[in-house]
């Protein structure tokens, strides 16, 4: 045997009799696990030795041991139990096998379907795009629903928020889109959603249509909350993996509010101090690290679409307020218009697209502004006109759009299972405000 074979020989059998280093579990308070006698960097994985393994997650280290996050249930651990580490952080696999399957938190299949076995693994952390390397946005994508490509467009590349108390419509909304949108593939992150509604948006909602052509990533309500932080963060990595192989993505996530509330958990269990409405401040040290790895690369692109849960309609919500300073524009759905039976519930006139005027034509914008003026004029004299009190010709807009409400209305208004191509809503929208 040569000298270069016994070489390559050495290391694996130097690393077959390298002792195992254990640690052992000393405390165990709130979230998290303070283990000693383990040396490992934060984000690495440790495993919990027992009757049924748990992983957990380096949260933090000091002289005292590693202060680690259960990636399960705690139940049935105690004090002494033995811990190993794991030799990194978190990998997931990746590859084009993954689209129409289910993920959960961690990135492993819960649908039944073939293990994912032989393709290659990545890490979920990621540093986003450097910014001078981001194309810019130049390109409409088509969302297939007429409210929002005619007067909220959106840009291949671009980040948007949909803001929205609870049941207004979000999740229905981004069923509408992942089955409209011209994008090559869909990944849809459910953050903290109830167990009993995942199963109604994969077969009602999203349909083996949209499903095909998806990858969906669950993290229940139930889920602990290193799990629900960390599905959003392996559904953007999911997607990351797409753009670098030259697709253009639509990362969907519902709901940016629970990854914020999972990590607030967190921070508090690891004794942060609460800051706004019980936030601590590594909640908006979090929201840019994770909304700026979505947008254009030179290979491709991830438009995201972040569903954002305000608390009580409060559109200053701490979470909202943060997240519309990240985002290149947002999406109001309002409940006046939901508990009317208006689909989709969307506000155009609160409703804005920074990338508009990169991504639309001259006629489309003057057609968009005029459409706009007519609801704020109509908007303004509402109330005038329901008791008979409005004098026609007072406002040349508010005249067009009384005369034309039943057609903005029709035109505004969308089923589920609709979806019109951009062509059509272009004309549809030069028809409706011209002369």
């Not at 690393?15 to 280093?21: H, K, Q, S």
Request: glycine letters at 12%; a negative charge; hydrophobic letters at 40%.
């Amino acid at each position: 045997m040569t000298a270069a074979a016994l070489a390559g020989l050495r290391e694996p059998a130097l690393a077959a009799t390298r002792p195992e280093v254990l640690g052992r579990v000393d405390e165990m308070l709130g979230l998290h696990l303070r283990v000693t006698g383990l040396r490992a960097a934060v984000g690495d994985l440790v495993e919990v030795l027992g009757p049924q393994p748990l992983l957990a997650e380096v949260g933090a280290s000091s002289t005292d041991g590693l202060t680690c996050l259960p990636l399960g249930d705690t139940r049935g651990l105690g004090v002494g139990a033995v811990v190993r580490h794991t030799g990194g952080p978190l990998r997931i696999r990746v590859g084009e096998q993954l689209t129409g399957r289910v993920l959960d938190g961690l990135g492993r299949p819960i649908d039944g379907g073939p293990d994912l076995r032989g393709l290659p693994e990545v890490t979920v952390d990621q540093d986003a795009p450097d910014a001078l390397s981001r194309p810019r946005i130049d390109q409409q994508l088509r969302l297939g629903v007429r409210a929002l490509d005619a007067l909220v467009p959106c840009g291949r590349g671009q980040r948007l928020g949909i803001m929205a108390g609870s049941g207004v419509g979000k999740s229905s909304l981004l069923s509408m889109i992942a089955r409209g949108t011209d994008a090559e593939v869909s990944v849809i992150a459910l953050v903290g959603e109830r167990g009993r509604e995942v199963r109604e948006f994969l077969e009602n909602d999203l349909g083996p249509e949209g499903l095909a052509r998806s990858v969906v990533v669950v993290s229940t309500s139930d889920a602990p909350p290193v799990e629900r932080l960390r599905a959003a963060f392996v559904a953007t990595r999911i997607a990351e993996w797409f753009r670098d192989a030259g697709r253009h993505v639509v990362l969907m996530m519902d709901s940016l509010t629970r990854v914020a509330m999972a990590q607030r958990e967190i921070g508090l269990s690891a004794g942060e101090p609460p800051a706004t409405r019980g936030y601590p401040p590594s909640v908006f040290g979090l929201l840019p690290r994770l909304l700026e790895r979505a947008g254009t690369s030179p290979s491709g692109s991830i438009t995201g679409l972040y569903t954002v849960l305000v608390e009580g309609d409060d559109l200053q919500d701490p979470v909202g307020d943060t997240a519309r300073s990240i985002l290149d524009g947002h999406v109001v759905l309002s409940r006046r218009l939901a508990t009317s039976g208006h689909f989709p519930s969307i506000d155009v006139l609160e409703s804005i697209s920074r990338v508009t005027s990169a991504v639309t034509s001259a006629d489309h914008q003057a057609d968009a502004t005029r459409l706009r003026r007519m609801l704020a004029a109509h908007r303004d004299v509402k109330e005038l006109v329901e008791i008979g009190a409005y004098v026609a010709g007072t406002d040349p807009d508010a005249d067009a759009a009384i005369a034309r409400s039943g057609r903005i209305d029709t035109f505004l208004r969308q089923s589920m299972s609709e979806s019109t191509p951009l062509e059509n809503t272009r004309r549809a929208l030069h028809d409706l405000v011209a002369p």
